[in-house]
């Protein structure tokens, strides 16, 4: 089956409100990429939206349904190494919103009377009244939350607080593993203290229910093995907790240096980067002597880090054929992009319009290898 426009013609205007569907348009659909790259011919081919190279596979099907989830995100947080067994189902049962609070019983067809126990005044017991809105809990998180500078919305959600502190520092360092601890280890003393006044008759005053809070710190925070450096004031923070700040690994000193090819003229490297998924690449090229011949650099606006390895190749190629070179060794820290250039692994259908410009003139480079550590 061809591309038949008055059917392409219904489908983006009942797709899309208000488009104007003209000859330019349909010409451009009819020449993009997926056509001339995955119809090889006349007739149209069913793609898996879900992975980059158009098929599908149960990883990325999973990885779909795990992006639709919004629990997701605190699943890949609680089931961390350095959250104690205990903590993370405990948690795991919260977010999936099975703690045994009266509101969750009463679900169950079970007559019960909601009063709760933790309050002055008499509240309906919800997981997000018992782990935000009492006394208790409000107490722990304004200490808390001023301690580690975290910002508390007064009509913030459960779940937005808690999203605050897991994504607040990074989780290699000691402070983001402590802000991944310590929200869990909040509700987990809450619930404790709850239990305790419930089937027990004992209730704990504030400054009681905090020492119980600052042991699961100090404990915890003994099985802690940062990979990265924390932010300065964060010495601050370990004297009021009195936990003692971990030292964090040193990397050794490698030496990198530039080497020459005696079967090439020229030396050029090009890199590409994506940052919260803005895209920009350059690149420089050598003599094989040394001596420096030229630069580029070009920014891109949104894609990944493929996209940046990419257009820097395509970029750089462009540059030394305009600049009249020929005999080039081209070099990338990107493997993978060496391994396209050379046509040993298929490459993602996105990319191969690219591609396909990248093979057409790379008349100019005479050998491309994979450069780990770059001397430019």
């Known amino acids: 089956m061809g591309w038949d426009e008055l059917y392409l013609r219904d489908v983006l205007l009942s797709n899309f409100e208000g488009i104007v569907v003209d000859a330019d348009l349909l010409s451009e659909i009819r020449a993009s990429s997926l056509q001339c790259v995955r119809a090889q011919g006349t007739d149209d081919e069913r793609l898996w939206g879900g992975s980059l190279d158009g098929v599908f596979s149960i990883k990325s099907c999973y990885d779909m349904l795990c992006s639709h989830d919004d629990l997701w995100v605190f699943h890949s947080t609680f089931w961390d190494g350095f959250v104690p067994s205990k903590l993370g189902v405990f948690f795991w049962r919260l977010v999936q919103g099975v703690i045994l609070v009266n509101v969750v019983v009463q679900r169950c067809h079970i007559l019960l009377v909601s009063k709760y126990l933790c309050c002055v005044s008499v509240k309906i017991e919800t997981i997000s009244h018992l782990f935000l809105d009492i006394d208790l809990a409000r107490m722990l998180w304004s200490w808390l939350c001023l301690l580690f500078r975290i910002p508390w919305p007064w009509n913030s959600s459960l779940n937005h607080l808690l999203m605050l502190w897991f994504h607040a520092f990074s989780k290699r360092s000691q402070i983001g593993m402590l802000s991944v601890i310590i929200p869990i280890v909040v509700c987990w003393v809450i619930w404790l203290e709850l239990n305790d006044r419930r089937f027990k008759s004992i209730s704990h005053d504030d400054w009681f229910v905090k020492r119980k809070v600052l042991k699961w710190i100090t404990d915890l925070n003994g099985t802690l093995i940062p990979k990265k450096k924390s932010v300065g004031w964060f010495g601050e923070v370990c004297s009021s907790l009195f936990i003692s700040l971990s030292p964090t690994p040193s990397k050794s000193i490698c030496l990198v240096t530039w080497r020459g090819d005696d079967l090439s003229d020229f030396i050029p490297n090009t890199d590409g980067a994506s940052v919260d998924d803005l895209v920009a690449e350059g690149g420089v090229i050598h003599s094989s002597n040394g001596s420096l011949l030229g630069a580029f650099y070009s920014f891109y606006g949104e894609g990944s880090n493929n996209v940046a390895e990419t257009r820097a190749i395509l970029d750089g190629i462009r540059f030394y ?56």
């Open 321 to 376: 054929d305009r600049l009249g070179f020929f005999n080039v060794l081209l070099q990338s820290d990107s493997a993978l992009v060496i391994r396209w250039f050379q046509g040993n692994c298929s490459i993602p259908w996105h990319l191969a319009r690219y591609w396909q410009e990248i093979h057409h003139v790379s008349s100019v480079v005479s050998s491309a290898t994979n450069v780990y550590r770059q001397a430019n």
